[in-house]
Protein backbone atom coordinates (compact mmCIF):
# COMPACT_ATOMS: atom_id res chain seq x y z
CA UNK A 1 0.00 0.00 0.00
CA UNK A 2 1.32 3.18 -1.03
CA UNK A 3 1.55 5.84 1.85
CA UNK A 4 1.56 9.58 1.76
CA UNK A 5 2.42 12.35 3.85
CA UNK A 6 1.70 15.95 2.92
CA UNK A 7 3.42 18.68 5.83
CA UNK A 8 4.16 22.13 5.95
CA UNK A 9 0.65 24.04 5.46
CA UNK A 10 -0.07 26.85 7.59
CA UNK A 11 -0.73 30.75 7.80
CA UNK A 12 0.93 33.44 5.61
CA UNK A 13 0.19 36.62 4.49
CA UNK A 14 -0.25 37.51 1.11
CA UNK A 15 2.92 37.56 -1.20
CA UNK A 16 4.67 35.16 1.30
CA UNK A 17 5.87 31.53 0.60
CA UNK A 18 5.32 28.13 2.05
CA UNK A 19 7.22 24.77 1.23
CA UNK A 20 4.91 21.80 1.38
CA UNK A 21 6.52 18.62 1.58
CA UNK A 22 4.95 14.95 0.62
CA UNK A 23 7.03 11.98 1.75
CA UNK A 24 5.53 8.68 0.12
CA UNK A 25 6.82 5.07 0.70
CA UNK A 26 8.44 4.44 -2.66
CA UNK A 27 9.22 6.39 -5.67
CA UNK A 28 6.19 7.45 -7.92
CA UNK A 29 5.34 10.24 -10.26
CA UNK A 30 3.45 12.76 -8.13
CA UNK A 31 0.96 15.45 -8.74
CA UNK A 32 -0.27 17.63 -6.34
CA UNK A 33 -3.92 19.06 -6.20
CA UNK A 34 -5.66 21.47 -4.25
CA UNK A 35 -9.56 21.96 -3.21
CA UNK A 36 -10.40 25.39 -1.64
CA UNK A 37 -13.88 25.17 0.10
CA UNK A 38 -16.94 24.88 -2.32
CA UNK A 39 -15.00 24.35 -5.50
CA UNK A 40 -13.43 21.03 -7.11
CA UNK A 41 -10.00 19.42 -6.51
CA UNK A 42 -7.81 21.23 -9.17
CA UNK A 43 -4.56 20.12 -10.35
CA UNK A 44 -1.81 22.40 -9.37
CA UNK A 45 2.15 20.42 -10.46
CA UNK A 46 3.42 16.96 -11.17
CA UNK A 47 6.64 15.57 -11.24
CA UNK A 48 8.36 11.96 -12.80
CA UNK A 49 9.65 9.26 -10.45
CA UNK A 50 12.60 10.37 -12.05
CA UNK A 51 12.80 14.45 -11.21
CA UNK A 52 13.33 15.16 -14.58
CA UNK A 53 10.21 16.10 -15.94
CA UNK A 54 7.55 18.13 -14.50
CA UNK A 55 4.33 20.07 -15.59
CA UNK A 56 2.20 23.34 -14.19
CA UNK A 57 -1.47 24.28 -14.30
CA UNK A 58 -1.69 27.25 -16.65
CA UNK A 59 -2.66 29.34 -13.31
CA UNK A 60 0.69 28.59 -11.72
CA UNK A 61 2.86 31.04 -14.15
CA UNK A 62 5.72 30.68 -12.39
CA UNK A 63 4.79 31.18 -9.04
CA UNK A 64 5.18 27.51 -7.59
CA UNK A 65 8.10 24.96 -8.33
CA UNK A 66 8.07 21.32 -7.95
CA UNK A 67 10.90 18.85 -7.16
CA UNK A 68 12.13 16.04 -5.68
CA UNK A 69 15.02 15.39 -2.72
CA UNK A 70 17.82 13.17 -4.30
CA UNK A 71 16.70 9.76 -2.46
CA UNK A 72 13.54 10.59 -4.31
CA UNK A 73 10.63 9.75 -1.75
CA UNK A 74 10.09 13.25 -1.02
CA UNK A 75 8.17 15.93 -3.25
CA UNK A 76 8.29 19.17 -3.07
CA UNK A 77 6.17 22.37 -3.71
CA UNK A 78 7.73 25.79 -3.64
CA UNK A 79 5.05 28.49 -3.46
CA UNK A 80 5.88 31.65 -3.96
CA UNK A 81 4.02 35.22 -4.16
CA UNK A 82 0.71 34.02 -2.25
CA UNK A 83 -2.03 35.20 -3.01
CA UNK A 84 -6.05 34.64 -1.15
CA UNK A 85 -6.79 33.11 -3.57
CA UNK A 86 -4.15 30.13 -3.23
CA UNK A 87 -5.95 29.05 -0.04
CA UNK A 88 -6.75 25.58 0.15
CA UNK A 89 -6.09 22.39 1.50
CA UNK A 90 -3.38 20.62 -0.69
CA UNK A 91 -3.20 17.10 -1.68
CA UNK A 92 -0.15 15.61 -2.74
CA UNK A 93 -1.05 12.10 -5.15
CA UNK A 94 0.92 9.15 -6.14
CA UNK A 95 0.34 7.64 -9.73
CA UNK A 96 1.38 3.75 -10.34
CA UNK A 97 2.02 4.55 -14.43
CA UNK A 98 5.20 6.25 -15.39
CA UNK A 99 3.72 9.12 -17.18
CA UNK A 100 2.84 12.46 -16.51
CA UNK A 101 -0.88 13.22 -15.58
CA UNK A 102 -3.15 16.02 -15.05
CA UNK A 103 -6.69 14.43 -14.31
CA UNK A 104 -7.85 13.09 -10.37
CA UNK A 105 -8.56 10.02 -11.93
CA UNK A 106 -5.50 9.10 -12.85
CA UNK A 107 -4.05 8.95 -9.97
CA UNK A 108 -4.36 5.96 -7.80
CA UNK A 109 -3.35 7.34 -3.88
CA UNK A 110 -3.70 10.15 -2.28
CA UNK A 111 -2.24 11.56 0.96
CA UNK A 112 -4.50 13.41 4.02
CA UNK A 113 -4.17 16.92 2.59
CA UNK A 114 -2.51 19.71 4.55
CA UNK A 115 -4.09 23.14 4.95
CA UNK A 116 -2.76 26.35 3.05
CA UNK A 117 -4.06 29.94 4.35
CA UNK A 118 -3.06 33.26 2.54
CA UNK A 119 -4.47 36.09 4.57
CA UNK A 120 -4.56 39.45 2.48
Known amino acids: QVQLVESGGGLVQAGGSLRLSCAAS????IGWFRQAPGKEREFVAT????????FYADWVKGRFTISRDNAGNTVYLQMNSLKPEDTAVYYC?????????????????WGQGTQVTVSS
Open 47 to 54: VSWTGDQT
Open 26 to 29: GRYN
Open 93 to 109: AARSIRLLATMRSNYDY
